[in-house]
């Protein structure tokens, strides 16, 4: 018997059926969030001015995100969500 994970008709059903739950679940938490974040005034709950901007730009890309997922937005040039998203993660300026 080989060493390690062994790959098998049974594994790939399994991790792509997990993989397309979890994206579900994913973008439809990601979509209540940016509704809820939507309604707030975020200065008001305490953003500054400028990281209230840079939140609502950071939402706004989670919700093209959603949006693609969901077949309601599409997106004309290239972007990488996941530069864009960096400054959520605590890992740079906004993109």
């Known amino acids: 018997m080989a060493v390690g994970y062994q790959i098998t008709q049974e594994g790939i059903n399994s991790l792509a059926g997990a993989l397309a739950v979890r994206l579900s679940n994913l973008a439809g938490d990601t979509n209540n969030f ?25 939402v706004g890309k989670l919700s093209t995100l959603t949006g693609l997922y969901y077949g309601t937005t599409s997106i004309g040039p290239l972007d990488n969500f996941d530069t864009d998203l960096a400054v959520l993660r605590g890992m740079g300026a906004p993109g």
Request: no cysteine.
């Open 34 to 58: 940016a509704t809820a974040v939507a309604g707030l005034s975020l200065t008001g709950v305490g953003f500054s001015a400028p990281d209230a901007a840079t939140m609502t730009t950071a």
